[in-house]
């Protein structure tokens, strides 16, 4: 199981952090990543990172703004987002690579 949660309304430039709880399966024997669904478009790439936290990857748009980082401790996954734009504003997903697990998303809407 997958739960997203931190969302909400925020007005452009501002900030929030989203997490991702996981339990039923070996989150720390996953790369992670998350994934977002914009109004209208289908689910995109925004963040991913390895086992062990190395190497964060971002989707270009957010890179610089956004900060992927998990604690396996407590099987939890995490997305700082700095900056927001409303461009950013839609569903957050988390996602274990590599599998077909999905959690019911975050509403994120950027607006003043």
């Known amino acids: 199981q997958l739960v997203e949660s931190g969302g909400g309304l925020v007005q452009p430039g501002g900030s929030l952090t989203l997490s991702c709880v996981s339990s039923g399966f070996a989150f720390r024997n996953y790369d992670m990543a998350w994934y977002r669904q914009l109004p209208g478009k289908g689910r995109k790439f925004v963040a991913a990172?390895?086992?062990?936290?190395?190497?964060?990857n971002y989707e270009d748009s957010v890179r610089g703004r956004f900060t992927i980082s998990r604690d396996n401790a407590k099987s939890t996954l995490y997305l700082q987002m700095n900056n927001l734009k409303p461009d950013d504003t839609g569903v957050y997903y988390c996602?274990?690579?590599?599998?077909?697990?999905w959690g019911q998303g975050t509403q994120v809407t950027v607006s003043s």
């Open positions: 990172l390895t086992t062990t936290g190395g190497m964060p």
């Open positions: 996602h274990p690579l590599d599998t077909s697990y």
